[in-house]
């Protein structure tokens, strides 16, 4: 079984600041994909960046990034020059590849709130 | 990219009542659909996967004849509330693998239903 702990339940930051989301896992598999997903007040659940386990190189789209620490088992989620468009839900989650017809295991997320 | 439309996205019902949820993958076949269900302020919580052509597998904990789920075509799974209370009231959230862009696990949402009950 796959675990995802988000220790963050709310997070404050300036515009154009830069803040960090952190998320822990665990699991006993080796071939894994790991998941930022965000949820604006709309409640649709959007993607916002994807990391292959196999893959030492850190995961980014635009002003998003991670900090994926395998040995840690941590996938932080860097936003970088905060928008106000940012403030959501943001939920981690992981997919074990070898459970191809399981669904998405999520930690508990993590509310941005972004300070104008 | 892959997009899952989901309908209706508010019904009130009566108690005692069911009420039918669509999932529909738009531009992708979809062999497995997942629902989740999700409380204010909270995480989603799975609670079943709905299978094309057979029986949903339903997490533990989750009553299947209260939920009842059909997958009668790949691009089509619905979740039926039956005999609705007040304490299914709730946001429901189905999603789909798109399995031919790639063996990725993400995961495409619909929009959610929200589901109060009377």
């Known amino acids: 079984a796959q675990t995802v702990t988000q220790s963050q339940p709310e997070m404050s930051v300036q515009e154009a600041e830069t803040v960090t989301l952190s998320c822990t896992y665990d699991?006993?598999?080796?071939?894994?994909?790991l998941f930022w997903y965000k949820q604006p007040p709309s409640r649709q659940m959007i993607l916002v960046i994807r990391?292959?386990?196999?893959?030492?190189q850190n995961a980014t789209e635009n002003r998003f990034s991670v900090n994926f620490q395998k040995a840690a088992k941590s996938f932080s989620l860097k936003i970088s020059d905060s928008q106000l468009g940012d403030a959501a839900m943001y939920f981690c989650?992981?997919?074990?590849?070898?459970?191809?017809?399981?669904?998405?295991?999520f930690g508990k997320g993590t509310h941005l709130i972004i300070q104008p | 990219g892959a997009v899952v439309s989901q309908h209706p996205s508010w019904v009130i019902c009566k108690s005692g009542t069911s009420v039918k949820i669509e999932c529909r993958s738009l531009?992708?076949?979809?062999?497995?659909m997942f629902w989740y269900r999700q409380f204010p302020k909270q995480s989603l919580m799975l609670m079943a996967t709905?299978?094309?052509?057979?029986?949903?597998?339903?997490e533990q904990g989750v009553e299947k004849d209260k939920f009842l789920i059909n997958h009668a075509s790949l691009t089509l799974s619905t979740l039926t509330v039956t005999s609705a209370h007040p304490e299914d009231s709730s946001f429901y959230i189905c999603?789909?693998?798109?399995?031919?862009?790639?063996?990725?696990?993400?995961?495409?949402f619909g929009e959610g239903s929200r589901l109060t009950v009377l």
């Open positions: 999603s789909a693998r798109d399995m031919a862009s790639g063996y990725t696990g993400e995961l495409f």
């Open positions: 699991t006993s598999e080796s071939d894994y994909y």
């Open positions: 990391q292959e386990a196999y893959k030492q």
């Open positions: 989650a992981s997919w074990y590849s070898g459970g191809g017809a399981d669904g998405l295991t």
């Open positions: 531009d992708f076949q979809a062999t497995t």
């Open positions: 709905s299978n094309e052509g057979s029986k949903a597998t339903y």
